[in-house]
Every structure is written in structure tokens, then in C-alpha cells.
């Protein structure tokens, strides 16, 4: 049986680790600094857990092996601009945007763009690193950039969106394709705090959303599962960024579908019988950001800890929370137990999830 390898071993690896494991699939995540290299046979497969790496004997090894996953989109997506300009070729909408090179002017940005103006590093950014928001002064001819990122960013129009939505889409090597109901996020300072997913309320957005992942799916010849963040805007969808793996705003399919985006992953990277996922009922998502491990969560019922065993820092993620509770007496119960155990910004994140409930 062919073993699947995973670039990267941090909770994307891990989870596809666990996911794989009762299907009888060996899948060993590789940590980005190997110095060493693997038994990787010429019929196991390679596949990613993040879009950038190091280049390192481990990754260099996984990345040119013969059956390494969407090689090719892989790279293109690394790089903002790039992934910018092929959703542009494929006429899928994103927000306006500029590749910022030495000869452009802040002045030639703002006129272009508008006047809210965010820089974006081209590679390496998340979570809302690497933005930085183009200050206006008086129309200054000089574009003034963070230090060290000169040639290396795009500059993107501010989107007054309205709510931000993902979409997490697989698809096998027959061509066959599947998809989740939308999730909408909260984020707090650039980062995922909380998801819901369905709402009824995007269901409209669904088709839409459908059909603009499949035409990227099919025009790369995918494999797997991805994810496409997007800002809606009323009734249309812009897509924000495109991640050609498993994603955080998918964490809840733990919980609230047949079928986990981590089993689905592998299902499509083994080749095995693919599903349409059924949701068991609203799936509930909250990130652990900067916290302490507290015990206490186990003892709310539904709740389902996910901690990753990292040490805490402010603004990392820890670990996440799932509830998919059907009865609403009881979730609302849940989630109000919930609220004293965790920090305050959790009850403004539940009360945003409250006001989510079907
Ligand atoms: P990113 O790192 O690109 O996923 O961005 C992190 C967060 O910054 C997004 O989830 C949005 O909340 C915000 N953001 C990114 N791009 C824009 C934009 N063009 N306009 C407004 N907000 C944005």
C-alpha cells in the first residue's frame, strides 16, 4: 500500500495523521527542517500541509519526488502575485490589485486603487502578517514600504466587505468533485477566531462559490482538498486568497460532517471511494489564540478540545474547539457555560456565533 507524506508537520499534519490512521493509511507528516531524508517509495504519494518551506534535504527530497501533488500550482499560489495573476486569467474576481514594483509611486496606487490601499507581502504573509496599510499623506510621490519588502509586495484595494466566507472544495483524480456548505469566519486582529458553518443565510452564495473553485480546480487538474477564502460583498464573492490544502475554517467539518476535510484529503490523495460529505447539523469552530489549556472546557457538554501541544505565545494558535450540538436548547446552553472559561473576547466571538444560529 503506498504511503502518503506530508510536507510539514505542525496541526494541519497532525490531523491528517489521525484522520488517516482508521482508514489503514500510513501517513507520516516531515518537519521542514529535516536534515535528513526519508525511505520515500517511487509509489507513495507527497503532499502539503502549508505553501511554504525552507529549503531543506527533507523538503527538497518530498518536493521533487515524481508523485509530489500539484507541483506546479503549488508554486504559483506560493506567491501572491502570481496567484493574482492566474485568478485574473481565469476570470475569477479578487479584490483590484497592483504589482508593486520599484517604479510605482504611492500616488499611482491610491489613484488606482482607491483610497484605502493595503500592502501585501508576496510570500510568507498569514494570518494577517505581512500587511501593512499604505499611509496617506498628502499624496506623497514616495511609496514608503517596510523595511525590507521593496519589489516584493502587491498592493490590493481595501474591500468593505460584508462578511468573510470560505469554501472548502475536494477533488479526486477522476475529476469528480465535491464541496462543503460555505463557513463564515470571524477574524480578530488578521486572525480566524470563530467559525460557523452552514448559515442559511449564505446558502444563496453557494452556487456561485461552487462554481468559482471548480474552475480553478479543473484548470490545474487538482487533487485534493482546498480551500478558498473569500469576502462577500452583497451578493457577490471576491476571493481573498486561495489555499490549496486543508484550512483552519474548515476545522468544524470534524465535528459537523460525515466526513472530515482531513479523511477527505486522503480519501483524494490514496485514491479512495469519494463521498459527498453530509452535515450532521450547525458546526461550531473556535480558535484557542495565546490561551492556557483549561480543563474545565471538557466538562460543557458537546465541546470537543483540540490542543496541539505548542508552547503558548500571543496571537498563536493553540489548538480549537468544535460543537455540532442539534438541539439549539442545548448548544446555547453549552456555549453559555463556555463563556466564563475563556477569555473575554470569546464572548464577544460567542455572541457572534449566536447571532449565526439557524
Ligand atoms: P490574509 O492574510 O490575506 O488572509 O488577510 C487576513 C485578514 O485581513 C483577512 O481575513 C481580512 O480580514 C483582512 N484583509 C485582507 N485583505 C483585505 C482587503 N483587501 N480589504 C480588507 N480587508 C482585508
Redesign the pocket.
Known amino acids: 500500500m503506498s504511503k502518503i507524506w506530508v510536507l510539514g508537520a505542525g496541526q494541519l499534519g497532525a490531523m491528517l495523521k489521525h484522520a488517516a490512521q482508521p482508514l489503514d493509511i500510513e501517513l507520516r507528516p516531515v518537519e521542514t527542517d529535516e536534515l535528513d531524508t526519508f525511505p520515500i517509495a517511487d509509489d507513495d504519494w507527497i503532499t502539503v500541509e502549508r505553501e511554504h518551506w525552507p529549503d531543506t534535504p527533507a523538503t527538497k527530497q518530498l518536493s521533487e519526488h515524481p508523485r509530489f501533488l500539484n507541483k506546479q500550482l503549488l508554486a504559483t499560489l506560493a506567491d501572491r502575485a502570481s496567484q493574482k495573476r492566474l485568478l485574473d486569467e481565469l476570470e475569477l474576481a479578487t479584490?483590484p490589485w497592483v504589482d508593486v514594483t520599484e517604479a510605482v509611486s504611492a500616488e499611482q496606487l491610491f489613484d488606482e486603487l482607491g483610497e484605502r490601499v493595503?500592502l501585501?507581502q508576496r510570500s510568507g504573509?498569514?494570518?494577517?502578517k505581512g500587511?501593512h496599510w499604505l499611509k496617506q499623506d498628502g499624496g506623497a510621490a514616495q511609496l514608503s514600504v517596510p523595511q525590507g519588502w521593496g519589489g516584493n509586495c502587491i498592493a490590493?484595494?481595501?474591500?468593505g466587505f460584508d462578511e468573510?466566507v470560505s469554501l472548502i472544495g475536494m477533488r479526486h483524480r477522476d475529476g469528480r468533485m465535491a464541496f462543503y456548505p460555505l463557513a463564515t469566519n470571524l477574524?480578530h486582529q488578521?486572525i480566524l477566531l470563530a467559525t460557523v458553518s452552514p448559515v442559511a443565510s449564505k446558502a444563496p452564495l453557494q452556487q456561485q462559490a461552487e462554481a468559482m473553485l471548480s474552475k480553478l480546480m479543473e484548470s490545474q487538474d487538482y487533487v485534493g482538498v482546498m480551500t478558498m477564502?473569500c469576502f462577500q460583498v452583497g451578493d457577490k464573492l471576491l476571493i481573498?486568497?486561495i489555499a490549496p490544502r486543508v484550512h483552519n475554517s474548515g476545522h468544524w467539518t470534524q465535528a459537523g460532517s460525515s466526513l472530515s476535510q482531513f479523511e477527505a484529503h486522503v480519501r483524494a490523495v490514496a485514491d479512495l471511494p469519494m463521498v459527498e460529505p453530509l452535515v450532521k447539523a450547525q458546526g461550531i469552530m473556535l480558535n484557542l489564540i495565546g490561551v492556557d489549556y483549561n480543563r474545565e472546557w471538557l466538562g460543557v457538554p458537546g465541546v470537543e478540545v483540540f490542543w496541539y501541544g505548542k508552547e503558548v505565545r500571543p496571537g498563536r494558535k493553540v489548538g480549537h474547539i468544535n460543537l455540532c450540538i442539534s438541539e439549539r436548547a442545548q448548544l446555547l446552553a453549552s456555549l453559555e457555560q463556555l463563556k466564563p472559561l475563556m477569555d473575554e473576547v470569546y464572548g464577544m466571538a460567542i455572541d457572534w456565533v449566536v447571532s449565526h444560529l439557524d
Open positions: 479584490a493595503l501585501k504573509g498569514y494570518d494577517g500587511q490590493e484595494q481595501a474591500i468573510e477574524h488578521g477564502e481573498n486568497e
